[in-house]
């Protein structure tokens, strides 16, 4: 996109939309302009991003939290061909807008003369039920993908992704999700110096990738389970995820032989526990890396529970696709 010109974007409100979908993204915009401006000179009238709020029916809507939002425009009263980028949030609200036939035309049109079309969260359905994701990868909230995946069979859905760029759509997860994708997307159009400075602004991270996982594997291992001796095998290795530990050794403090209480952790887990344990080393040594940027990767390593550094960057490499030490790098904001 030119580095100087507006771009206009058209941020979609309807009843019982979720408020952070909406002022996350338009946040980081913000940020990005004020940078934008300080860089080329410019005054506090040129923004990089303009955006207006457009509503779906009445010209005021109110969030999911109760917070009401003044519309600039309505559907009726704005061009779809107006807009550079249209921003469709999620929230509750959006299986009711779902059946409004005139912002689902309105969402198309606008995709047709977009550069960009993009949506936070359960946003998702508008986009599919619109059309815009025929044949193409999306991710939303991990509550939707599988409802998703159903009901709109020529669209792929990747439950796991934080957000995700087919063409010129981009599609994200869960509520802060929109955030990591607002930056990602400042950080193509204006590079990376101005999306770190808009991130150290708002106090947030610069940036996770879009291919992490909305849930950290221990997170989502102690939602699967459901069986009371396996759940408390997946609490002893998170509680002792520092110190080693073979199968063999959580098998005999679960009271079970190797064998069978191998076959139930899969079972109930999906996954061995030898997967699990490294995953969740991994997950635990990510944490540390972003919130500890000055300790070394060794100390990293063995408090993660990992043999050595090496282990810990061919494990953390396997799960992420980025060495450990490019990833803390992606923390940096200074």
Request: glycine share 6%; net charge negative.
């Amino acid at each position: 996109m030119d580095a100087l010109k507006e771009h206009t974007v058209a941020v979609i409100l309807f009843d019982d939309v979720m408020a952070l979908d909406v002022v996350g993204p338009t946040d980081v915009f913000m940020a990005a302009n004020y940078y934008w401006q300080k860089k080329h000179g410019l005054g506090r009238e040129d923004r990089f991003y303009k955006y207006s709020f457009v509503s779906a029916g009445s010209e005021t809507v109110t969030s999911l939290s109760g917070l009401r939002m003044a519309a600039d425009s309505t559907i009726r009263q704005s061009q779809p061909a107006d807009f550079d980028v249209v921003l469709v949030p999620g929230g509750h609200g959006v299986f009711d807008a779902a059946q409004n036939r005139d912002l689902i035309t309105w969402i198309r049109e606008a995709h047709e003369h977009s550069q960009r079309t993009v949506s936070v969260c359960s946003g998702t359905l508008l986009l599919a039920e619109a059309g815009v994701l025929d044949d193409l990868t999306c991710c939303s909230h991990w509550t939707l993908c599988a409802k998703l995946a159903r009901q709109y069979p020529a669209i792929t859905v990747n439950p796991e992704a934080l957000y995700i760029a087919d063409g010129k759509v981009i599609t994200s997860a869960g509520v802060t999700a929109g955030i990591d994708m607002a930056l990602a997307i400042v950080e193509e159009d204006l590079g990376r110096e101005i999306a770190l400075k808009a991130a150290r602004r708002l106090v947030v991270h610069i940036k996770r990738p879009g291919n992490q996982s909305q849930f950290s594997w221990p997170m989502k291992a102690q939602t699967a389970a459901t069986d009371e001796d396996m759940g408390a095998a997946v609490r002893w290795i998170l509680e002792n995820i520092s110190t080693p530990m073979s199968v063999e050794d959580v098998a005999e403090k679960s009271g079970m032989s190797l064998r069978s209480f191998s076959r139930h952790f899969r079972t109930e887990i999906g996954a061995t526990p030898a997967k699990f344990i490294e995953q969740a080393r991994v997950e635990n040594a990510r944490m540390l890396l972003e919130e500890h940027r000055g300790v070394t990767l060794a100390h990293t390593a063995a408090a993660s529970g990992f043999s050595s550094s090496e282990h810990l960057t061919r494990a953390f490499e396997r799960r992420f696709g980025v060495r450990p030490a490019a990833y803390r790098e992606s923390f940096n904001f200074n």
